[in-house]
């Protein structure tokens, strides 16, 4: 069975910074693209980050290029999103997400591709 968890949000002050796991269970990271996606209130879904499995090229959104930083643990089966200089504008619901790919060049972060999702964690940033 498919399964992706993640943990480690929260709240945190502007400027702060928090990590967030999600652990993958039911498939190796090898011939997957990992990707972090948010969705604030009354807003659509969006790309954050995405890294693939394999190669460990990544891909950011502009709004956070910088700022957050994508890595991940094949032996643990886990991908970790480590969010630095939080906005309030960066509170969201997190996900994580997961689409097949042999393609080890660089992965894509568009919403439509990703066939397996997380339940997602919430990230409050505020003062």
């Known amino acids: 069975q498919l399964q992706l968890v993640e943990s480690g949000g929260g709240l945190v002050h502007p400027g702060g910074s928090l990590r967030l796991s999600c652990v993958i269970s039911?498939?190796?990271?090898?011939?997957?693209?990992i990707g972090w996606f948010r969705q604030a209130p009354g807003k659509e879904r969006e790309g954050v980050s995405c890294?693939?499995?394999?190669?460990?090229?990544?891909n950011h959104a502009d709004s956070v290029k910088g700022r957050f930083f994508i890595s991940r643990d094949n032996a643990k089966n886990t991908v970790y999103l480590q969010m630095n200089s939080l906005k309030p504008e960066d509170t969201a619901v997190y996900y994580c997400?997961?689409?097949?790919?042999?393609?080890?060049?660089?992965?894509?972060?568009?919403?439509?591709?990703?066939?397996?999702w997380g339940q997602g964690i919430q990230v409050t940033v505020s003062s």
């Open positions: 039911g498939f190796t990271l090898d011939h997957y693209a």
């Open positions: 997400a997961a689409y097949r790919s042999a393609d080890t060049g660089i992965p894509l972060i568009s919403t439509w591709l990703y066939d397996y």
């Open positions: 890294i693939h499995g394999s190669s460990g090229i990544t």
